[in-house]
């Protein structure tokens, strides 16, 4: 019987690991060279990354990270994900990859156009609000909130401590130039999801000319 007792918590704990799966999760490695950032109280998060963001992977389930010994705050992980170390906004955006020779007329878009507030600056898609900043009440800016998964913009809380991924392409990944699919031979363009921070869209968008930018100031009252 002694046996049978002793076997019975290695049988539980087996079978509670098979359950587990483990997961890609992001963070700031920037600003691990400042603080020192630990996971668990056991993993401490590496800086020597020459990208500002790196990869860990954690199992599923509920974890802690304390920031320069501070308090242990708790987050759950249970599908890959942005660990928000630093409390930054991120934006979601779509990146469009086109067949052929683009149509400057055919260019599209992935959800509904909406518009975002960065600092003190409005970003929206170029071709389908950007002429239209004139007539924009500013009023209608501050109430366009953050957009949704169905919007063509989403921007994070700089609150919300982990990110669920919601994206095809995480921050720490390049953009690549190609993707494949199987498509109709009627298609013209695919989308996908990039995440980026905050400030690094609005770098990106004055630098493709993809979204307007535009400073709160400029909408009319």
């Known amino acids: 019987m002694k046996t049978i007792f002793l076997a019975l918590p290695v049988v539980v704990s087996l079978l509670i690991s098979c359950g587990k799966n483990k997961h890609t ?20 998060l590496q800086s020597e990354s020459t990208d500002r963001f790196a990869k860990l992977k954690l199992w ?10 501070g308090k242990p705050q708790t987050f759950d992980v249970d599908k ?9 906004e991120f934006v979601i955006f779509p990146i469009e990859f086109t067949i052929g020779k683009q149509h400057p007329l055919l260019g599209g878009t992935l959800g509904m156009p909406n518009w975002i507030i960065i600092d003190s600056f409005a970003v929206g898609n170029e071709r389908f609000l950007g002429q239209r900043v004139d007539k924009t009440k500013r009023d209608r ?15 994070t809380e700089k609150s919300q401590l982990y990110i669920n991924e919601a994206w095809d ?38 630098t493709t000319g993809t979204y307007r930018v535009a400073a709160l100031s400029s909408f009319p009252e």
């Open 25 to 44: 999760v992001a963070y700031n490695a920037s600003f691990c060279k400042e603080h020192v950032v630990k996971i668990d109280d056991t993993l401490t």
């Open 60 to 69: 599923s389930g509920e974890h802690t990270v304390s920031i320069d010994g």
């Open 80 to 88: 890959n994900g942005i660990l928000n170390i630093a409390k930054e």
């Open 141 to 155: 800016i501050l109430k366009a909130g953050k957009g949704t998964e169905d919007s063509e913009l989403q921007l």
């Open 169 to 206: 392409i995480g921050v720490a990944d390049e953009t690549p130039e190609t993707v494949k699919e199987k498509v109709s031979k009627n298609t013209r363009n695919v989308y996908r999801k990039k995440v980026l921070e905050a400030k690094t869209f609005l770098l990106y968008s004055i």
